[in-house]
T-cell receptor, first 113, second 115 residues
Framework: KQEVTQIPAALSVPEGENLVLNCSFT??????LQWFRQDPGKGLTSLLL?????REQTSGRLNASLDKSSGRSTLYIAASQPGDSATYLC????????????FGGGTRLMVKP | EAGVAQSPRYKIIEKRQSVAFWCNPI?????LYWYQQILGQGPKLLIQ????????DSQLPKDRFSAERLKGVDSTLKIQPAKLEDSAVYLC?????????????FGPGTRLTVL
């Protein structure tokens, strides 16, 4: 059974800092890994999807890396802004039928002006 | 394109009562998911439909939870009878289906409080 851990559970930083959010998973047999953002009282929004054959994926100020063999992924946020405040969740996609995500507990990020 | 719609947004019930949630996925999406998200935790998959067939319901507490997807479009999730530990946000998501790089699109969720 896949288990996903995200460290840190919460993070508070001043605006402008570069951040690294960590995700580890126990079963390396995955098709891909996704990073999501969740704002309070809202659903999840997909930020990045890294296929198992890729090492990293970039979108604007976000960069996600994947080391499948060691069961680790990191999300790098450059020049953080108050609008980045949210909970960030990682979810490896298991090698079963269809698109099966196992979510970590998330990292709650607060960026202070 | 319209997103995933869910209703109601909030529901408060007493334990042992029944409750139902409704989800309308993005048009054309074959796959529909129901997740349970307890406060402070990540979402946990309850059931996955491909069109109107169940792909996975291994984590659905079948003694009290049921779900259906009529005509492969809308879906309802029912809890009967509810327990205190069912208090959570119930998220519906949909995706095209059948592609390894598929992306799930989530609705805003229904926040259930069981008293």
């Amino acid at each position: 059974k896949q288990e996903v851990t995200q460290i840190p559970a919460a993070l508070s930083v001043p605006e402008g800092e570069n951040l690294v959010l960590n995700c580890s998973f126990t079963d390396s047999a995955i098709y891909n890994l996704q990073w999501f953002r969740q704002d309070p009282g809202k659903g999840l929004t997909s930020l990045l999807l890294i296929q198992s054959s890729q090492r990293e994926q970039t979108s604007g100020r976000l960069n996600a890396s994947l080391d499948k063999s060691s069961g680790r992924s990191t999300l790098y946020i450059a020049a953080s802004q108050p609008g980045d405040s949210a909970t960030y969740l990682c979810a490896p996609d298991g090698s079963g039928a269809g698109n099966m995500l196992t979510f970590g507990g998330g990292t709650r990020l607060m960026v202070k002006p | 394109e319209a997103g995933v719609a869910q209703s109601p947004r909030y529901k408060i019930i007493e334990k042992r009562q029944s409750v139902a949630f409704w989800c309308n996925p993005i048009s054309g999406h074959a796959t529909l998911y129901w997740y349970q998200q307890i406060l402070g935790q990540g979402p946990k998959l309850l059931i996955q439909f491909q069109n109107n067939g169940v792909v996975d319901d291994s984590q659905l507490p079948k003694d009290r939870f049921s779900a259906e997807r009529l005509k492969g479009v809308d879906s309802t999730l029912k809890i009967q009878p509810a327990k205190l530990e069912d208090s959570a946000v119930y998220l519906c998501a949909s995706s095209h289906g059948g592609v390894i790089t598929d992306t799930q699109y989530f609705g805003p969720g229904t926040r259930l409080t069981v008293l």
